[in-house]
């Protein structure tokens, strides 16, 4: 599976971005595909994942603010990023799990995700 990220840029805080990750290789339904984010000096987090069958899961620090999609026609995952604030800000990943195989669909399982974009970088300045 091959995973290209877009749509990252600048924005003020309270703005909004809608990062794209489009996906290649195998079919989105087959897999769980997740979002995480880095920020500079700290470890990479789960952010948001839908697994197979749809469902989603978001850490608490987003749940009311971001929003992940993917359109299995297109191949493409989404994650809808609104009210942002400075502490967003950091390098935003899309990943994927073996095709095929268990995924729990967990976004704080990041050693379910085997499949790494090269991401793209969010700012949030206040």
């Known amino acids: 599976v091959q995973l290209v990220e877009s749509g990252g840029g600048s924005v003020q805080a309270g703005g909004s971005l809608r990062l794209s990750c489009a996906a290649s290789?195998?079919?989105?339904?087959?897999?769980?595909v997740g979002w995480f984010r880095q920020a500079p000096g700290k470890e990479r987090e789960g952010v948001a994942s839908i697994d197979r069958h749809g469902r989603t899961s978001a850490a608490d620090s987003v749940r009311d603010r971001f929003a992940i999609s993917k359109d299995n026609a297109k191949n493409t995952l989404y994650l809808q990023m609104n009210s942002l604030k400075p502490e967003d800000t950091g390098m935003y990943y899309c990943?994927?799990?073996?095709?095929?195989?268990?995924?729990?669909?967990?976004?704080?399982?990041?050693?379910?995700?085997?499949?790494w974009g090269q991401g793209t970088q969010v700012t949030v300045s206040s």
């Open positions: 290789g195998a079919a989105t339904s087959t897999y769980c």
């Open positions: 990943a994927a799990s073996l095709p095929w195989r268990y995924c729990s669909g967990a976004y704080w399982r990041q050693e379910e995700y085997q499949f």
